[in-house]
């Protein structure tokens, strides 16, 4: 029996038998509050009744209809009524003798509320006891709370009426048509995949705007517009701002695709313990409500949320209006997304330099994912959904997205958004593979899309460009010509549209570019005519201006430069390429560790964007946990600490530099002295002028203290009563993880690892504070016991997480996935694309099998919503430094040799992303 798992072969088999007209679905989510019904044993439950209005192309057919439920009370298949023991398995429902032509399904089902993000989620808050809802679906997650046909080429209209308690806001994808008392009923959607329904219920602060837009012809499009949170958060909730980043979205749009929006209303709702940084469900977007801010942030914060508003809209067209037919595609919709985000948040908004982020963040996510053993093409071979959990990663959305920057530069801009524009007009409300949209980017371009998508899209790895210049008897440039390689396990040269800058230091002390030359570089190696005869360059920069995807290095004279004048370089684009350079020279084991750490010692304090500041600590983190010897990991700490200080002191007053040196320094310090400043700080003995101590920068100050010992759990108490609130809850699970105990660490691993009582949003708290750089000794233990977890749960788990863009523990890591900490000084637990497990056992489609396990099954000594969460698979916006283990579908990250996280994140999706994870 399959189980929970569909194969591409069954998809395609079932889409070429069924045709999907229409699904009515009510819920009665009434139960959500209150004490759970009487005689209720497991979860808390809420009715769903679906009725699917199908055709089938032949007379007799078998098929089956998907749902994950703890019970089923009635099936009902054309008018007869099945008997639910008989057809119903826990994952399927089987349906024989299908009438040629028109059939109706219905069926009654208690659906199971959840705690880990996946279907219907529920959660209560702390602060005044109210309960949210909403829902969250991708890949496959629909089917945990209506019955359906649960694969995105199986499009459909759907009608949604939610019963809910008095006085509670409910909103779905269509229009309200109808709200009387509990009961709400909303308008027939556009033909739509069932990842992307969605339903939020519960008591929402909610504010309304509108957008409206003249077209051509006189006529005037308006889109109703609202922003949700939950109450607590409405304080805090800057409505105006999102509003201004949605409406300027809407337009450039509008302005370069052609398309009207096509899904009438525009809802946005910021809700708890998400697992994803957003979701593209059109008409209401999910975002995780961290994106809230309670306390100051950089500007940065502000940037990562448009992006990732901006990445969801563009999802409407790409992967709403126009979907994959299958998992394979995915890149069709999150690639498009990501790099759209970006694109559109750079031209339409204040955050114009949104491309330095990319190039310095996202860019570097990709980099290390196409690096690992993990490592696929953009467009992956989807075998099935488990398959399809492992693609939401770093290739995806953030190689994806780089290639489609390199296609941009290589097809030209013009013809890249005509393509575009064609692909929605000839596929709406339709579903497409590869071929569909190179067909029209080649009839637009009048490139060869074929040979252009064997190298970039199906083969996996990253090219290195270096450039190589010989200079005559003046010193001029004799040639500049430009290598190509590849590493052995991933050969292919491609096809590159590369920027050649020059660059030379200026009377002033700037280095400042003074030549530039655009080219195609194709094998092993491309001269490049232009720049012969050019003055003599202190600084060769290949691939200026970022247009592909590749790691660059630096010949002699270039990095000597670096050495001595990174900070000069007066283009702050140029100066993030420079800086994602040495890290990856550094990671490459060219550049030693410690050589990096002393560039940023001597440089970032000169950095202007806040983002590359804030990835230049996490990559100073990281190249002292994971890249120094440890008999020099002492040293280099303390003079991160102190450069860390000099900086915050040095910073202006109130400024976001000062704020984020003060993260930094509260992130490295180590020593006695450094300690007793963090807590002088907190108790305000001790002031640095210009810098508020609020309620989030209270706990990132008392974080490394109670890590260290000097503060315990009295302290940790004492914060929580100043912010009893879910956020603070977080921070206190965490904090309470991360005391240096062992027995601490052994009740840590015990509640993530051994019950299932936590929901995901303390799941994360928990393992955040359970893994921690100073504390080595403590987690070494875990390794095996770790590998040991993985052989007892991996591939039997019945509830995987889905983990996307969300927010990340190290500053700068820019949102959609939890895509943060890539290379921060945390390790962490990562998904990855290990070796395949065994595959499901046969069965006929929607047969029960002998012995089949139900929903709440518990295999080999670990729950099986745990062991998903021991192998987190599926993160959109995937850590980097996962490591395959033969014979597991998973993958770990190791610090040290130990395990020490799991990340239930970005993007993006898109993830929170990376940076990141993105929303999806």
Same mark, same amino acid.
């Given at each position: 029996?399959?189980?929970?798992?569909?194969?591409?072969?069954?998809?395609?088999?079932?889409?070429?038998?069924?045709?999907?007209?229409?699904?009515?679905?009510?819920?009665?989510?009434? &139960?959500?509050?209150?004490?759970?019904?009487?005689?209720?044993?497991?979860?808390?439950?809420?009715?769903?009744?679906?009725?699917?209005?199908?055709?089938?192309?032949?007379?007799?057919?078998?098929?089956?209809?998907?749902?994950?439920?703890?019970?089923?009370?009635?099936?009902?298949?054309?008018?007869?009524? +099945?008997?639910?023991?008989?057809?119903? %398995?826990?994952?399927r429902?089987?349906?024989?003798?299908?009438?040629?032509?028109?059939?109706?399904?219905?069926?009654?089902?208690?659906?199971?509320?959840?705690?880990?993000?996946?279907?219907?989620?529920?959660?209560?808050?702390?602060?005044?006891?109210?309960?949210?809802?909403?829902?969250?679906?991708?890949?496959?997650?629909?089917?945990?709370?209506?019955?359906?046909?649960?694969?995105?080429?199986?499009?459909?209209?759907?009608?949604?009426?939610?019963?809910?308690?008095?006085?509670?806001?409910?909103?779905?994808?269509?229009?309200?048509?109808?709200?009387?008392?509990?009961?709400?009923?909303?308008?027939?959607?556009?033909?739509?995949?069932?990842?992307?329904?969605?339903?939020?219920?519960?008591?929402?602060?909610?504010?309304s705007?509108?957008?409206?837009?003249?077209?051509?012809?006189?006529?005037?499009?308006?889109?109703?517009?609202?922003?949700?949170?939950?109450?607590?958060l409405?304080?805090?909730?800057?409505?105006?701002?999102?509003?201004?980043?949605?409406?300027?979205?809407? %337009?450039?749009?509008? %302005?370069?695709?052609?398309?009207?929006?096509?899904?009438?209303?525009?809802?946005?709702?910021?809700?708890p313990?998400?697992?994803?940084?957003?979701?593209?469900?059109?008409? +209401?977007?999910?975002?995780?409500?961290?994106?809230?801010?309670? $306390?100051?942030?950089?500007?940065?914060?502000y940037?990562?949320?448009?992006?990732?508003?901006?990445?969801?809209?563009?999802?409407?067209?790409?992967?709403?209006?126009?979907?994959?037919?299958?998992?394979?595609?995915?890149?069709?919709?999150?690639?498009?997304?990501?790099?759209?985000?970006?694109?559109?948040?750079?031209?339409?908004?204040?955050?114009?330099?949104?491309?330095?982020?990319?190039?310095?963040?996202?860019?570097?996510?990709?980099?290390?994912?196409?690096?690992?053993?993990?490592?696929?093409?953009?467009?992956?071979?989807?075998?099935? #959904?488990?398959?399809?959990?492992?693609?939401?990663?770093?290739?995806?959305?953030?190689?994806?997205?780089?290639?489609?920057?390199?296609?941009?530069?290589?097809?030209?801009?013009?013809?890249?958004?005509?393509?575009?524009?064609?692909?929605?007009?000839q596929?709406?409300?339709?579903?497409?593979?590869?071929?569909?949209?190179? $067909?029209?980017?080649?009839?637009?371009?009048?490139?060869?899309?074929?040979?252009?998508?064997?190298?970039? +899209?199906?083969?996996?790895?990253?090219?290195?460009?270096?450039?190589?210049?010989?200079?005559?008897?003046?010193?001029?440039?004799?040639?500049?010509?430009?290598?190509?390689?590849?590493?052995?396990?991933?050969?292919?040269?491609?096809?590159?549209?590369? =920027?050649?800058?020059?660059?030379? +230091?200026?009377?002033?002390?700037?280095?400042?570019?003074?030549?530039?030359?655009?080219?195609?570089?194709?094998g092993?190696?491309?001269?490049?005519?232009?720049?012969?005869?050019?003055?003599?360059?202190?600084?060769?920069?290949?691939?200026?201006?970022? #247009?592909?995807?590749?790691?660059?290095?630096?010949?002699e004279?270039?990095?000597?430069?670096?050495?001595?004048?990174?900070?000069?370089?007066?283009?702050?684009?140029?100066?993030?390429?420079c800086?994602?350079?040495?890290?990856?020279?550094?990671?490459?084991?060219?550049?030693p560790?410690?050589?990096?750490?002393?560039?940023?010692?001597?440089?970032?304090?000169?950095? &202007?964007?806040?983002?590359?500041?804030?990835?230049?600590h996490?990559?100073?983190?990281?190249?002292?946990?994971?890249?120094?010897?440890?008999?020099?990991?002492?040293?280099?700490?303390?003079?991160?600490?102190?450069?860390?200080?000099?900086?915050?002191?040095? /910073?202006?007053?109130?400024?976001?530099?000062?704020?984020?040196?003060?993260?930094?320094?509260?992130?490295?310090?180590?020593?006695?002295?450094?300690?007793?400043?963090?807590?002088?700080?907190?108790?305000g003995?001790?002031?640095?002028?210009?810098?508020?101590?609020?309620?989030?920068?209270?706990?990132?100050?008392?974080?490394?203290?109670?890590?260290?010992?000097?503060?315990?759990?009295?302290?940790v108490?004492?914060?929580?009563?100043r912010?009893?609130?879910?956020?603070?809850?977080?921070?206190?699970?965490?904090?309470?993880?991360?005391?240096? $105990?062992?027995?601490?660490?052994?009740?840590?691993?015990?509640?993530?690892?051994?019950s299932?009582?936590?929901?995901?949003a303390?799941?994360?708290?928990?393992?955040?504070?359970?893994?921690?750089?100073?504390?080595?000794?403590?987690?070494?233990?875990?390794?095996?016991?770790?590998?040991?977890?993985?052989?007892?749960?991996?591939?039997? /788990? #019945?509830?995987?997480?889905?983990?996307?863009?969300?927010?990340?523990?190290?500053?700068?890591?820019?949102?959609?996935?939890?895509?943060?900490d890539?290379?921060?000084?945390?390790?962490?637990?990562?998904?990855?694309?290990?070796?395949?497990a065994?595959?499901?056992?046969?069965?006929?489609?929607?047969?029960?099998?002998?012995?089949?396990?139900?929903?709440?099954?518990?295999?080999?000594?670990?729950?099986?919503?745990?062991?998903?969460?021991?192998?987190t698979?599926?993160?959109?916006? =995937?850590?980097?430094?996962?490591?395959?283990?033969?014979?597991?579908?998973?993958?770990?990250?190791?610090?040290?040799?130990?395990?020490?996280?799991?990340?239930?994140?970005?993007?993006?999706?898109?993830?929170?992303?990376a940076?990141?994870?993105?929303?999806?």
């Open positions: 029996m399959p189980g929970e798992n569909l194969s591409r072969d069954e998809a395609r088999e079932r889409a070429e038998l069924l045709t999907v007209d229409g699904y009515e679905v009510a819920l009665d989510l009434r &139960s959500a509050v209150g004490d759970p019904a009487d005689g209720e044993a497991g979860p808390r439950t809420f009715r769903s009744l679906t009725t699917i209005r199908f055709r089938a192309a032949r007379a007799g057919a078998s098929t089956f209809a998907d749902l994950l439920a703890p019970a089923v009370t009635s099936v009902t298949l054309n008018g007869k009524d +099945l008997d639910p023991a008989a057809v119903f %398995d826990g994952t429902i089987a349906l024989d003798d299908l009438a040629e032509g028109e059939n109706v399904l219905v069926v009654d089902a208690r659906c199971a509320y959840s705690r880990t993000g996946e279907g219907m989620h529920r959660f209560v808050d702390p602060e005044d006891g109210e309960v949210y809802l909403y829902t969250q679906y991708e890949p496959a997650d629909a089917r945990r709370v209506f019955a359906n046909f649960e694969q995105p080429d199986l499009k459909a209209p759907y009608r949604f009426q939610v019963t809910a308690p008095e006085g509670w806001t409910v909103r779905s994808n269509g229009a309200e048509e109808f709200h009387e008392g509990e009961v709400w009923r909303f308008a027939e959607t556009k033909p739509i995949s069932t990842y992307i329904t969605v339903v939020v219920a519960g008591p929402y602060h909610c504010v705007d509108l957008y409206t837009r003249t077209s051509d012809d006189g006529s005037t499009l308006e889109i109703p517009l609202s922003a949700m949170c939950r109450k607590g409405a304080r805090y909730f800057d409505a105006d701002d999102v509003f201004l980043i949605t409406k300027q979205g809407l %337009d450039f749009f509008h %302005d370069h695709f052609d398309y009207p929006y096509p899904f009438g209303k525009y809802d946005q709702a910021f809700v313990e998400y697992n994803l940084g957003a979701m593209e469900n059109p008409g +209401l977007v999910t975002f995780r409500e961290e994106y809230i801010y309670r $306390s100051k942030v950089t500007s940065a914060s940037e990562r949320r448009a992006n990732v508003i901006l990445h969801e809209m563009a999802h409407m067209w790409f992967g709403d209006l126009v979907t994959m037919k299958w998992w394979d595609d995915l890149w069709l919709k999150e690639s498009f997304a990501d790099f759209m985000g970006t694109f559109s948040m750079v031209e339409a908004t204040r955050f114009t330099n949104g491309w330095i982020t990319f190039a310095n963040n996202r860019k570097a996510w990709a980099y290390r994912a196409d690096q690992l053993p993990s490592t696929h093409p953009v467009t992956a071979d989807i075998r099935d #959904l488990e398959d399809a959990k492992l693609n939401f990663d770093g290739i995806t959305y953030a190689k994806g997205a780089s290639v489609l920057k390199q296609l941009v530069a290589y097809v030209g801009r013009d013809a890249f958004l005509e393509g575009a524009r064609r692909y929605f007009k596929h709406a409300y339709g579903n497409t593979e590869l071929g569909d949209l190179l $067909s029209v980017l080649a009839e637009t371009s009048g490139r060869d899309m074929t040979a252009w998508s064997r190298s970039w +899209l199906q083969t996996a790895g990253v090219n290195v460009l270096t450039p190589v210049v010989t200079y005559d008897d003046e010193g001029r440039v004799a040639e500049l010509a430009v290598t190509q390689e590849a590493a052995a396990s991933h050969p292919e040269l491609r096809p590159h549209r590369v =920027a050649v800058g020059l660059y030379r +230091l200026d009377p002033d002390g700037g280095l400042v570019r003074y030549a530039r030359a655009e080219t195609d570089v194709a092993e190696r491309t001269v490049v005519a232009e720049l012969a005869g050019a003055e003599k360059p202190d600084l060769v920069l290949v691939n200026d201006d970022d #247009l592909t995807y590749c790691k660059v290095r630096f010949d004279r270039s990095l000597a430069t670096l050495r001595e004048h990174l900070g000069s370089v007066t283009d702050p684009l140029a100066r993030a390429l800086w994602s350079a040495l890290w990856n020279l550094t990671r490459d084991a060219l550049l560790a410690r050589d990096f750490v002393a560039l940023v010692l001597a440089f970032a304090g000169r950095e &202007s964007d806040i983002g590359v500041l804030q990835m230049l996490a990559w100073a983190q990281s190249a002292l946990v994971r890249y120094t010897t440890p008999g020099r990991r002492a040293e280099g700490g303390t003079a991160l600490a102190e450069g860390a200080l000099r900086e915050l002191r040095h /910073a202006e007053a109130g400024s976001q530099h000062q704020l984020t040196w003060a993260r930094f320094f509260a992130a490295v310090a180590t020593s006695d002295a450094d300690l007793q400043l963090l807590g002088a700080l907190l108790d003995s001790a002031v640095i002028e210009g810098l508020e101590v609020d309620q989030e920068l209270r706990w990132a100050f008392l974080s490394p203290l109670v890590a260290h010992g000097a503060a315990g759990e009295e302290a108490d004492a914060e929580l009563a912010d009893d609130t879910a956020s603070g809850k977080r921070h206190h699970v965490r904090c309470l993880a991360s005391r240096p $105990s062992a027995a601490v660490k052994a009740q840590a691993w015990a509640e993530v690892v051994e299932d009582e936590l929901s995901n303390f799941v994360e708290a928990t393992i955040a504070g359970f893994e921690q750089p100073s504390q080595r000794e403590l987690l070494a233990p875990y390794t095996a016991a770790y590998f040991e977890a993985i052989e007892r749960g991996v591939g039997r /788990a #019945l509830h995987p997480d889905r983990h996307g863009r969300g927010q990340g523990s190290v500053p700068g890591a820019p949102g959609r996935p939890r895509d943060a890539r290379d921060g000084r945390l390790a962490h637990l990562a998904p990855g694309r290990g070796p395949r065994a595959p499901s056992r046969p069965g006929g489609a929607g047969r029960p099998g002998p012995g089949a396990a139900g929903p709440g099954a518990r295999r080999g000594g670990v729950s099986p919503r745990r062991a998903s969460r021991i192998r698979r599926g993160a959109r916006r =995937a850590l980097p430094g996962v490591t395959g283990r033969p014979g597991h579908r998973s993958a770990v990250l190791q610090y040290g040799g130990v395990l020490v996280r799991r990340r239930t994140c970005n993007t993006g999706r898109r993830p929170a992303g940076a990141g994870t993105s929303g999806a």
